[in-house]
């Protein structure tokens, strides 16, 4: 079993900054991409930003340039950081992790993922 935890969710002013991270655990093979997605009330959940084990990233276009994606191998962990937040980025942001699970049986399944959840408020 893998679990995913999720941090660093909060209230911010617009403008203002924040950093989730989520850091992977458990029967872990190998992660090959990990990513963030968001939903807002009403709205269907969308892909914020991913990245692959080779570093290789993927925004949507209303964030980038001011959100960044990073992860870190060695600790399963993948981060973003959010700059310039404004209101319409509030939204319960879910951590993604598409992985080979070794503790499903051998040889390792691939399987996709979710965090819980952290909640994002920006205020006007």
């Known amino acids: 079993q893998v679990q995913l935890v999720e941090s660093g969710g909060g209230l911010v002013q617009a403008g203002g900054s924040l950093r989730l991270s989520c850091a992977a655990s458990?029967?872990?093979?190998?992660?090959?991409?990990m990513g963030w997605y968001r939903q807002a009330p009403g709205k269907q959940r969308e892909l914020v930003a991913a990245?692959?084990?080779?570093?290789?990233?993927n925004y949507a276009d209303s964030v980038k340039g001011r959100f960044t994606i990073s992860r870190d191998n060695a600790k399963n962990t993948v981060y973003l950081q959010m700059n310039s937040l404004k209101p319409e980025d509030t939204a319960v942001y879910y951590c993604?992790?598409?992985?080979?699970?070794?503790?499903?049986?051998?040889?390792?399944?691939?399987?996709?993922?979710w965090g819980q959840g952290t909640q994002v408020t920006v205020s006007s």
């Open positions: 993604n992790a598409d992985l080979l699970d070794y503790g499903l049986g051998l040889p390792p399944e691939k399987v996709e993922y």
């Open positions: 458990g029967s872990i093979f190998s992660i090959n991409a």
């Open positions: 990245i692959t084990s080779g570093g290789s990233t």
